[in-house]
């Protein structure tokens, strides 16, 4: 506020020397025919501007030294009178008053301004400013949002206070003749911006309303398609040949495709379409795209064809290159792994594509009897096989999650020289708690050989041979 009254007194005496070069009487254009047809004997004019014909040059000639119609008969002119201009100090005083009236108003927004900036601090000191959040995940707090909105509020101000300089100092010199030149130059720089802008948002308001109804259109088709996924995802729509985890991607590819169409239609009707300028960033956005983003668009191909194959789904219990663990996230780019020990190993989808996939799950949910869990001891030869058959299928049928129906089984996979080995194998439904599962097979395993009396260690033998 001080330094606006700093430039109101400056302006006063730069306005006031205006006034006084600007105290000689103005003149008017009456007529603009040859000087023989237009001023008669009795007219006395206050100046000729004379433009011969022959003589490039402007020359102003003033009342009684005017040529006679004889000498300018052949020349273009026109004839300027006397009108008298308001008194010097009523234009003085109009002056001042628009400056201080300014004055006052830029007062009485900086005071507005200021009082909204306490109400906010108010606000915040009781609690009524919130956090901002999107999607359970805070953006901003509230002493940020309040930061925001003051700075917000302070370019409004300053803006609003530019505005009415730049309207007030062509208004002052609208007053006097030798700043009136001045004075239609700024407001023209001013309007004439203002001018273009608003011709031009008329006459792009039919290309706009194109652009309203093709975006419209295509909100509404996929908010059908969105409601013939969810119906198809919820089991409540069947299509022969379609799954229903299909439902979810596949709306997503056709929202992809729709709106990239919609975007090709309204293209031609976006301001600055045709210019050069226009096209040459569309063109260079395209190039640092395709240059940047080749592994992505590859992942992004790999993931669309994972999503058709049907590996896994969110929820099962898979092994990728050695990791086991639970699908957490699935998308176009990369698969999330969270395994058994809580950790999170992340797989670009072209990893995915290009690797063998064990999906327990599958196993468990599409076979009737489950998924096979096993175990493998090795005995000597001296204890019979009978009973360890006895001992590890007793041993399963003990152990928690282990499904009674089918009955477990043994399986010698292999006979040494100084031992056999044994495979116990059971099913199970519950894949989530396979860790535990083992574990407890295990300590069923050794308390079965340890009621039996059989000692589980078996001879390990090694020949060496010794140099001479």
């Not at 009082?115 to 805070?138: C, D, S, T, V, W």
């Not at 096979?372 to 001992?391: K, L, M, N, R």
């Not at 894949?431 to 300590?443: G, Q, T």
Request: hydrophobic share 50%; charged share 20%; net charge negative.
């Amino acid at each position: 506020m001080r330094n606006f009254l700093v430039i109101v007194v400056l302006l006063l005496p730069l306005t006031f020397s205006f006034a006084q070069e600007a105290d000689i009487d103005t003149a008017e254009i009456i007529a603009g025919e040859p000087l023989t047809e237009n001023i008669s004997a009795s007219e006395e004019p206050a100046a000729v501007f004379v433009v011969d014909s022959d003589d490039p040059v402007n020359e102003i000639i003033l009342g009684p030294e005017a040529p006679a119609a004889d000498a300018v008969s052949s020349a273009s002119f026109a004839i300027f009178t006397h009108e008298e201009e308001r008194p010097l100090l009523h234009r003085l005083g109009a002056v001042l008053i628009i400056l201080l009236g300014v004055a006052l108003l830029i007062w009485l927004i900086w005071f507005l301004f200021k009082r909204l900036e306490r109400n906010l601090e108010q606000q915040a000191g009781n609690g009524k400013i919130k956090p901002f959040y999107i999607h359970k995940f805070i953006l901003f707090t509230a002493k940020q949002v309040i930061n925001i909105v003051e700075v917000f509020l302070r370019l409004f101000k300053y803006l609003l206070t530019i505005v009415l300089l730049i309207i007030t100092i062509p208004v002052v010199f609208s007053f006097f003749a030798p700043t009136r030149n001045i004075a239609s130059a700024l407001f023209g720089y001013i309007l004439n911006p203002l001018k273009d802008i608003g011709i031009g948002a008329l006459e792009y308001i039919p290309n706009l309303i194109r652009i309203i109804i093709f975006v419209i259109i295509t909100r509404y088709v996929l908010k059908g398609l969105k409601f013939l996924a969810d119906q198809i995802e919820k089991g409540k729509l069947k299509l022969t040949g379609f799954y229903s985890d299909w439902a979810s991607p596949t709306y997503k590819i056709l929202q992809v495709l729709l709106w990239a169409f919609t975007v090709a239609i309204i293209y031609p009707y976006l301001p600055g379409s045709d210019s050069r300028a226009f096209q040459g960033v569309s063109v260079f956005v395209g190039v640092i795209f395709s240059i940047g983003s080749t592994s992505a668009i590859g992942n992004l191909v790999a993931g669309l064809v994972i999503t058709y194959m049907r590996p896994f789904k969110i929820g099962d219990r898979v092994n990728i290159k050695d990791i086991t663990g639970f699908v957490v996230e699935k998308n176009l780019m990369v698969v999330r792994l969270k395994t058994h020990k809580n950790e999170y190993v992340t797989f670009p989808n072209l990893i995915i594509l290009g690797s063998s996939i064990i999906n327990y799950n599958t196993s468990s949910d599409e076979d009737e009897e489950g998924l096979i869990i096993f175990a493998e001891v090795t005995f000597g030869y001296s204890t019979p096989w009978q009973t360890i058959h006895d001992i590890l299928i007793n041993a399963a049928l003990a152990t928690e999650n282990v499904l009674k129906k089918p009955k477990p089984f043994v399986l010698q996979t292999k006979l040494d020289d100084f031992y056999a080995c044994y495979q116990i194998n059971c099913y199970t439904k519950d894949v989530s708690h396979v860790p535990k599962i083992y574990a407890a097979l295990y300590e069923n395993i050794q308390n079965g050989f340890k009621e039996n009396n059989i000692d589980m260690t078996s001879a390990h033998y090694r020949v060496a041979s010794i140099e001479k």
